[in-house]
């Protein structure tokens, strides 16, 4: 069974160590700003050993994808403006980065989403094929900082799209994957809050439109107060303030859909709380890590999602981890009437709720070797190691200078090769051993001695 949670609280942020993933500060040079070469405010580099962790978590992630049959496409880093609004509904307009494409004269857009390059790919190339599309996708979208709380402009994204499969099945599915690409990076306590957009959207329907955003900023922080007042204002009869109210309470563990079914026992609301408890059973007979909550008020995308939605959330950078949800509507604006579903990880968010945790995509990464020592026993050790898989980079000088370079660029091990036998020495607690040049299985054992207990040898 899903398990059960009380009503979210809101998430915390935590002070990212280093930089905002929560990584160590990168290099000790001359900073950019001394010579004024800084990427545009919201942009970033991101180096080792940041950028390697990150190309883990995205690997693990696209694994895991492809588990379920998700086959990879690749999208353009700009699209024209009138092709990609079209699927844009869930994007305020004025995040979009324009520019005029200089060989058409058009005005293009830097990719603020993936889901509508996707839809576009479907409809113009994979039509043929039969259905679902199962596809998956990886990179970094842009979006104009707006908010101050907002310091990114570049995110990194990795997401699954199930295109040409309607009903509560493909929309489980999409659910167990991201729970399972969660559970394979080593996210814990993470939760999986669920709505339907129909339910909210219907209930603002009974708000003048003139007061319709106001109460919509109001839903989203729950406060009953400022509905109450913005409703009587705007000469909203007490009936109907009653049913935007409820909207406040209905948020929490799954039991919550009991309580929404007695205040909403018929009509659209009621048919749309229908679809979200099937699907919050089908949930039941998985075993999830995620808990499972339902937020019945919830309104994001309402104007671009039309069924069940998701929001990941997990304790670290006060923002989703993710978000997802069905869009039935988005195929056909680009000549293909389809159902559809959907879900994205901000890779940058789930590493800093990995590192919340204090976890890290650098915890037992693949071993790498600095090697050092003799020349031609070096060279012939290094070219051993590469062919069997092992990445070493060739370094001169003294152990010292192998040792302060494997530590700069996050090497566990130094080798200081010579004739008949090589000097091993383990960056992160200094125990050193040595190893015959001869022995068969050196990269098997020279894993073994990195992974090991201080004081273990070769």
């Keep these: 069974m899903p398990k059960q949670a009380p009503p979210r609280a809101p998430v915390a942020p935590v002070a990212p160590a280093g930089d905002e993933l929560g990584q160590r500060t990168e290099g000790a040079g001359l900073h950019p700003d001394a010579l004024g070469l800084v990427p545009p405010r919201g942009m970033r580099d991101i180096v080792p ?135 394979q990076v080593g996210l814990r306590g993470h939760q999986l809050e669920l709505a339907h957009v129909n339910i909210a959207a219907t209930v603002l329907d009974l708000v ?68 979200l408890s099937e699907v919050v059973d089908r949930l039941s007979d998985i075993a999830l890590d995620a808990t499972v909550t339902v937020d019945l008020g919830e309104l994001r995308g309402h104007s671009y999602y039309t069924g069940v939605s998701v929001t990941l959330l997990a304790e670290g950078p006060g923002a989703p981890v993710g978000t997802g949800g069905r869009y039935d509507a988005l195929l056909a604006r680009f ?24 976890q890290s995509m650098l915890d037992n990464a693949p071993l790498r070797v600095v090697v050092g020592g003799d020349a031609p026993a070096a060279d012939a050790l290094a070219a051993t190691l590469r062919a069997g898989g092992l990445p070493a980079a060739r370094v001169d000088g003294s152990v010292k200078q192998a040792t302060a370079y494997a530590v700069s660029w996050s090497y566990p091990l130094v080798i200081m090769a010579s004739g008949r036998s090589h000097r091993v020495v383990r960056v992160h607690d200094g125990e050193t051993s040595r190893i015959a040049s001869d022995t068969p299985d050196i990269i098997h054992q020279l894993t073994s001695f990195a992974h090991a207990a201080t004081g273990a040898a070769l």
């Design 49 to 183: 050993p940041t950028s390697a962790g990150l190309k883990r978590l995205r690997s693990e992630v696209m694994r895991v994808f492809g588990l379920y049959g998700y086959d990879r496409v690749i999208t353009p880093p700009f699209e024209l403006a009138e092709v990609l609004e079209r699927g844009l509904d869930a994007v305020d307009r004025r995040e979009l980065m324009r520019f005029v494409e200089p060989h058409s004269g058009e005005v293009a857009l830097l990719r603020p989403d993936m889901t509508p390059q996707v839809a576009r790919i479907v409809a113009t190339r994979l039509s043929d094929r039969p259905s679902p599309h199962r596809l998956c996708y990886e990179g970094t979208v842009v979006r104009r900082m707006r908010h101050r709380a907002r310091r990114r402009q570049q995110t990194l994204q990795a997401g699954i799209e199930c295109i040409g499969w309607g009903g509560p099945e493909a929309d489980v599915e999409v659910l167990r994957i991201a729970d399972h690409a969660c559970q």
């Design 335 to 358: 000549g293909m009437p389809a159902p559809a579903t959907g879900f994205a990880f901000d890779v940058d968010n789930l590493a800093w709720a990995l590192r919340a945790q204090g």
């Design 208 to 275: 003048p439109s003139a007061a319709r955003a106001g109460v919509a900023d109001a839903l989203a922080q729950k406060d009953a107060f400022s509905i109450e007042a913005r409703l009587q204002q705007a000469g909203v009869p007490a009936k109907e303030r009653t049913r935007v109210l409820a909207l406040t309470e209905l948020y929490g563990d799954v039991s919550v859909l009991a309580a929404a079914r007695k205040r909403f026992p018929r009509g659209p609301i009621a048919d749309a709380i229908r679809e």
